[in-house]
């Protein structure tokens, strides 16, 4: 079955750590996103990628880092510079130019920081 | 500045009746618009999509709206059943690069 992974479902952080966040797919997909959800928000999207060793910050970047070294692949770092982390992450992906299927998202990530 | 409204935070109907969620814009001017669905702890799901010169657009019980005059979009779902209990996203394209999502809508659908 094709689709998007996203591990762990659980993370705790302590304060001051980087935490990295797994997200992969076999949709053979070239754009993957990172939103953050908090209670009452929409999504805010973090940064995205349209294709292999290029991204781009969204609108809450700080904070935050990617990687894009696979087509498969986009991790997300959670960087001790991110100062209220603590929220729910989903990673998303597409084909580039064709929206009429719209997105497909993983299951999400919990982040808590303790 | 930019913001996307969902009508409420939360609308109760009653099962067998039609459910209308709104979402509304400003300062955007979307060519296409997108629903989702999301299930408590999981990620949305696509229902549709509806370009700006596609005054409607259907698939099912689903029906959605597109006024970029009005920048409203109407998102309907007739003969609710109980199992369309979750939260609907809207979310408007942004140059057709990524696309910006609204608060959503948390609907309950009584039996």
């Known amino acids: 079955d094709g689709g998007i992974t996203q591990s762990p479902k659980y993370l705790f952080r302590k304060e001051g750590q980087n935490v990295t966040l797994s997200c992969e797919q076999n949709?053979?997909?070239?754009?993957m996103y990172w939103y953050r959800q908090d209670p009452g928000q929409g999504l805010r999207l973090i940064y995205y990628?349209?294709?292999?060793?290029?991204?781009q910050k969204g609108d809450i970047a700080e904070g935050y880092s990617v990687s894009r070294e696979k087509k498969e692949s986009f991790p997300l770092t959670v960087t001790s510079a991110q100062k209220n982390p603590t929220a729910f992450y989903l990673c998303a992906s597409s084909p580039v130019g064709q929206i009429s299927g719209g997105y497909t998202f993983g299951s999400g990530t919990r982040l808590t920081v303790v | 500045s930019q913001k996307i409204e969902q009508n409420s935070e939360a609308l109760n109907i009653q099962e067998g009746k039609t459910a209308t969620l709104t979402c509304n814009y400003t300062n955007y001017s979307p060519a296409y618009l997108q629903w989702y669905r999301q299930d408590p702890g999981r990620g949305p799901v696509f229902l549709l999509l509806i370009r700006e010169n596609e005054k409607e657009k259907r698939k099912e019980r689903l029906k959605v709206t597109f006024d970029t005059t009005l920048k409203q979009s109407l998102f309907h779902i007739t003969a609710s059943q109980p199992a369309d209990s979750a939260t609907y996203l809207c979310a408007l394209d942004i140059y057709g690069q990524n696309f910006v999502f609204g608060p959503g809508t948390r609907l309950s659908v009584l039996p």
């Open positions: 949709l053979n997909h070239d754009a």
């Open positions: 990628s349209q294709i292999v060793n290029d991204f």
